[in-house]
């Protein structure tokens, strides 16, 4: 492996480091090395956004592609390829702001500032976006693409209102094909490999190759998890083997019977992809974190991470997905539920990695109902107390198939065997519901913790299959305007 310095696009020019240490944060680098310090830093997890900035990376036919991430938690030599765009890119001679900052101005979006750089940059990635097809989101579009900011002294109503402003302004868009023409230049470097230890291959095999070679590495997805035991724990990572340039697993590939989605998709486009199929799925893909994380993140490594609390895996569960997993060119699949033995720990072997989920897609008119529900704290970008992910298909009135997954009631995500044995064959009524409810006393015995008591846990997790009996018994199901506040205009005016 021969090494080079990592490379990338940055204030119009190209920017070259030679050294770059391989757990080093975009952040640190903005902050300290080029001085630009109006990306901030505030929880130094990926929570509170202050420290948004907007990666561009080139799409499948030479267009730019822009989506705002997090700075404190993503490794300086991922940026490899990519342009780097922060505030302080915005202002553009002979106006001394962006229409973006200029609407946060005259709209009192602003108070004590310290979270504006974060909140301008999300929405600058949604202006951009908007201006290039030409459409205006709408006031809930605008607090979906906000979801990754807090702000603990203005509040929401004025920064939605400057979101609006911004587009009344006349139109000052990035001008792309300076970017275009650097990152297509860019693309002509060799994979990245530091002297340091970060290793970015580009094909299925160099990385398998690389992870049998290499066991003690890390693999690194899209850091949302590891680059917290770097600004919370401290770890020295060691060397690391970066699965995100691989492009065979940065694929969704919709077929005619299953969704395949590689390792390193990203969570926006693999709960896309799912959500068209299985569109009561749409809450919980824009609960699921925020915005930044879900287009850093992936599902892959959320699925490997094996959290008991992850999101990802009782939705997959309950679609009956599989894993297929890789070690040198050999491959093998199991069912997802299968590959959890106990917290945090999974059935890898040693230099065998996630290549991809295989997802069966609904066989209509006969297709399951499913419904997946997250009960946190804060409903935007937090963790699960409580992921119920719930499958049923009827036959008539009876219960032909049913497949209930549950994420936070014991060490891993798991499916609920004898709550399904009082389901299957039987009518879906209010009588087999409450012997359902008895029944998930006897497969879970959750804990107590930070996020909920094991009663509150228990007690939310039968209430969730009385929400979910309610709205798919034969006998008058409630319609989704009868249990979503979304579906209520004035929720969102």
């Not at 702001?97 to 602003?110: I, N, T, Y």
């Not at 724990?233 to 065979?248: A, C, K, T």
């Not at 919980?284 to 915005?291: G, I, N, Q, Y």
């Amino acid at each position: 492996m021969n090494t080079r310095p990592l490379r990338f696009f940055h204030q119009g020019q190209v920017v070259q480091i030679d050294r770059p240490e391989t757990a080093r944060t975009v952040l640190q680098w903005l902050r300290e090395d080029a001085r630009c310090t109006g990306t901030k830093e505030g929880c130094a997890e990926g929570d509170c956004g202050a420290c948004t900035v907007v990666l561009g990376t080139l799409d499948g036919s030479g267009g730019l592609v822009l989506q705002p991430v997090n700075a404190c938690i993503q490794f300086l030599p991922t940026l490899d390829g990519k342009a780097l765009f922060t505030v302080e890119d915005l202002s553009v001679a002979p106006a001394p702001l962006h229409p973006v900052q200029q609407s946060m101005v005259v709209c009192h979006g602003s108070q004590c500032g310290f979270c504006t750089p974060g909140f301008v940059m999300s929405l600058w990635a949604c202006y951009e976006g908007h201006q290039q097809a030409g459409t205006v989101p709408t006031r809930q579009q605008l607090a979906d693409d906000l979801s990754g900011n807090l702000c603990r002294c203005t509040g929401y109503r004025p920064i939605l209102d400057a979101g609006q402003h911004m587009f009344q302004a006349p139109a000052v868009p990035l001008a792309r094909q300076p970017v275009v023409d650097a990152l297509q230049a860019l693309a002509q470097d060799p994979p990245l490999h530091t002297a340091a230890g970060f290793h970015a291959p580009r094909t299925v095999a160099d990385f398998a190759t690389l992870r049998q070679s290499l066991p003690q590495a890390q693999v690194l997805a899209g850091s949302t998890d590891m680059g917290l035991w770097v600004t919370k724990q401290f770890r020295d990572l060691g060397e690391l083997i970066s699965i995100n340039e691989v492009g065979e697993l940065k694929a969704v590939a919709v077929g005619e019977h299953h969704i395949r989605i590689g390792a390193a998709a990203s969570l926006e486009a693999a709960w896309q992809a799912l959500v068209a199929d299985w569109p009561t799925l749409r809450d919980v893909w824009l609960r699921f974190a925020s915005l930044p994380i879900r287009h850093a993140g992936t599902m892959g490594g959320n699925v490997a991470n094996g959290s008991p609390i992850g999101d990802s895996a009782p939705a997959l569960i309950a679609l009956g997905a599989t894993l297929v997993l890789q070690r040198g060119a050999v491959q093998r699949r199991m069912a997802l539920e299968d590959f959890y033995v106990d917290y945090m720990k999974n059935l890898l072997d040693p230099g065998e990695f996630v290549h991809s989920l295989e997802v069966p897609r609904p066989d209509r008119p006969a297709a399951a109902q499913v419904r997946v529900y997250k009960i946190s704290k804060r409903f935007d970008c937090d963790i699960s107390a409580v992921c119920a992910a719930l499958s049923l298909r009827l036959d008539g009135e009876r219960i032909a198939a049913v497949r209930l997954a549950w994420g936070g009631l014991a060490g891993t995500v798991k499916r609920a065997a004898q709550t399904e044995a009082a389901l299957l064959g039987q009518p879906w009524t209010e009588t087999t519901l409450q012997a359902a409810q008895a029944a998930l006393a006897l497969d879970f015995k959750p804990l107590s913790d930070m996020r909920a008591s094991a009663s509150y846990r228990l007690q939310v997790a039968q209430n969730l299959l009385r929400r979910f009996w309610l709205e798919t018994r034969p006998d008058a199901p409630l319609a989704e305007a009868q249990v979503s506040v979304w579906a209520r205009p004035e929720a969102v005016a």
